[in-house]
């Protein structure tokens, strides 16, 4: 048998730095912040904390456009606050991994600067830059966040290719000393004892030979980039050379964003054979509930469909299984709320349902990760209006398919980005019902989720019956019991519209994780032997066969 890997029994606790904790009253998370709060990340019981990026940045998309890799935001803080931050969190024997963003760059990066300077500048290939064909933009990409992929330099007469917004210019994976100057870089962190890294659309860094066209969803007005850039020709000589010269040097931990990633290629980059990444984040279950119109892409607010929830879920868990590893992610920067996205936020269900949620992935095989705010049951932020919001995919929406394309009207676009805009994950963590949730003593950087007077740590700590202690609880049983990181995956019922039941089997023993999706009581029959007991559940009775509204439990037998 495999040996486990630390990384295969750990979980993630996921730290937006800028809405975490203000210590200086400017409004915006620090480092110093992070740091009070280590205490409450270890009473959670998390073994790993994934920061989103602290780099020095103009934060044109907060912090994913990166000016200077070796330095930090001075909004955050410095890199004594962030050595500090390693130390303690070391100290508490909690690991650290540092995003990684290199498929592109910030335009203010001096090799950028260098670059567009001048067509024979010695960094002009670190970008990729292209002529103009026929006056227009070189082939017909959309970038990630609305309107096109190109933008024209007049200085030099070129294009540069930007797969996410204009000051974010994509690098040339293609050029060796692109490759060595990012595995420097990255040597740096590892040097100072950072335990890996998250590697922002890694999936996209090798771009297709020729930049050929992608295809345009209908009534959309450019090519899709996402699938004709994904997992392009030299990916994974690209992440072999990085495990080569970067990641064998320590014991990390690696995690890849995987945007355009399919089970067979999640088998090459998460491989056990050690030659790449130790897992993917995939995107799959992400889309399950976009749009059906593809010009909207995923701006939509109808829930998924519970039936292709467990078919999609169930192929990542049967195929990567013995041959790769998972993730295991409801939420993120990037995503609404879990409970108000796949429970309901009502207040009647919203603790029961946020508990639900959490059952159904965290007993499943991989490495979860709970995104902050999700383990008190944080929900979306219905109270923010179309100039409240900062997020630039949002921003882009409604200048492009609200205002420029009229593809759809404001106020429909408004329920869509309450469904499913990136800001209603990032409005700052709710500490107490003190004014701006003890986040900050000056104005939040980003408005507040006017929920936090009963929604905030400081009420869910005094509850023992709170979201808090059953996500402690959930982490403390995956530490404890090692089925929950070895035992196969076995879906039950792949076609019951109400109930996700699945079972996890090893050669002594089982779970039965059950979980009603519905306000509604039911019925079932899972003939639970009689031996089994309770190991954890969202009622305080076993109701056998009847199942409560969003009801969770796991059986345990032998
Ligand atoms: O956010 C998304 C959908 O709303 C995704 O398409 C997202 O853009 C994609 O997963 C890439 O995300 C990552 O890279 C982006 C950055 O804006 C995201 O915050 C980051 O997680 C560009 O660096
Ligand atoms: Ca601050």
Redesign the pocket.
Known sequence: TKSIKWWQKAVVYQVYPRSFQDTNGDGVGDLKGIEQRLDYIKKLGADVIWLNPVYASPDK??G?DISDYEDINSKFGTMADFDSLLAKAHEKGIKVLMDL?V??TSDQHRWFIESRSSKDNDKRDFYIWRDPVDGHEPNNWGS?FSGPAWKFDDKTGQYYLHL?VEG?PDLNWANPTVRESVFNMMNFWVDKGIDGFRM??ISLISKPDGLPDGEVPEGAQYGNSDKAVANGPHVHEYLKEMRQKVLNRADMMTVG?A?GVNIENAVKYANQDNSELNMVFQ?EHMGLDNNPNPALG?WYDKKVSLVDLKANLSKWQNHLAEKAWNSLYWDN??QPRAVSRYGSDRPEYRVVSAKMVATLLHFMQGTPYIYQGEEIGMTNAYNLQRDDFDDV?IKNAFKYLVDKDHLVDEATMLKYVHAKG?DNARTPMQWNDSKNAGFTTGLPWLKMNDNYLTINVKNTLADPNSVFYYYQKLIRLRHELPIITTGTYQLLDPNDEQVYAYRRVSADEELLIINNFTNETITRDYQVPANATILIGNYEDDAKSTLRPYEAKVYHFV
């Open positions: 998309d907060n994913y963003v498929n592109h990630f996410f974010q922002d659309v964003e945007s995107f995923k920067h990037d995919e990136r």
